[in-house]
């Protein structure tokens, strides 16, 4: 099984500035990696998938990069809907594993 | 715009099977893949499994002997059962599509909690 390990658990930002999630995999999983958001009492909603692609309707502030082992979801100034937990998801092998979450606080 | 909505009881006794369904609205069920997550309270994501719409099915290793998917096309749902449940199955349980095998969830249901407790 494919270990995600995400950093930092936790992100305190300002609104306005920007942010930087990394997850890193056990094994390389290609570019099979995909980022969510999820809010309080909300179920996660996709953000990235293929490492780089923007899901519909996602806004331009939100990027992610990375190919392998090592990704990065980037937010450019933060709105305050972004405070939120993200995750990553690894596709490539089943099963899928997630990693535990970045916490993205005010 | 597809929807996805869980249905199924909020509490479960030990030692009994959670048995969930969800309702795909908005398109059709058939040609894609249909998943379950479940998120343990103030905990990350589990992935359980996922049903093709003709029946075939892949299972997380670690819930394997103890979960069955299967999907019913005539009625636009698919559904999980897990037996022999103890407190630790306790979580919020999501229904999701995939749009094909390796593929990220791009729908979700909103979740349900299902309690495990006497």
């Known amino acids: 099984e494919i270990v995600m390990t995400q950093s930092p658990a936790t992100l305190s930002v300002s609104p306005g500035e920007g942010a930087t999630l990394a997850c890193r995999a056990s094994q390389s999983v290609s570019n099979y990696l995909a980022w969510y958001q999820q809010k309080v009492g909300q179920a996660p909603r996709l953000l990235i998938y293929g490492a780089s692609t923007r899901a519909t309707g996602i806004p331009a502030r939100f990027s992610g990069s990375g190919s392998g082992t090592e990704f990065t979801l980037t937010i450019s100034s933060l709105q305050s809907e972004d405070f939120a937990v993200y995750y990553c998801q690894q596709y490539n092998y089943w099963p899928d594993t997630f990693g535990q979450g970045t916490k993205l606080e005010i | 715009q597809v929807q996805l909505q869980e249905s199924g009881p909020g509490l479960v006794k030990p030692s009994e099977t959670l048995s969930l369904t969800c309702t795909v609205s908005?398109?059709?069920?058939?040609?894609?893949?249909w998943t379950w997550i479940r998120q343990p309270p103030g905990k990350g994501l589990e992935w359980i499994g996922y049903i093709y719409y003709s029946g075939s099915t892949n299972y997380t290793p670690s819930l394997k002997s103890r979960v069955t998917i299967s999907v019913d096309t005539s009625k636009n749902q698919f559904s999980l059962r897990l037996s022999s449940v103890t407190a630790a199955d306790t979580a919020v349980y999501y229904c999701?599509?995939?749009?094909?095998?390796?593929?990220?969830?791009?729908?979700w249901g909103q979740g349900t909690l299902v309690t495990v407790s006497s």
């Open positions: 908005g398109g059709s069920i058939t040609s894609y893949y």
């Open positions: 999701a599509r995939r749009m094909w095998a390796a593929a990220p969830m791009d729908y």
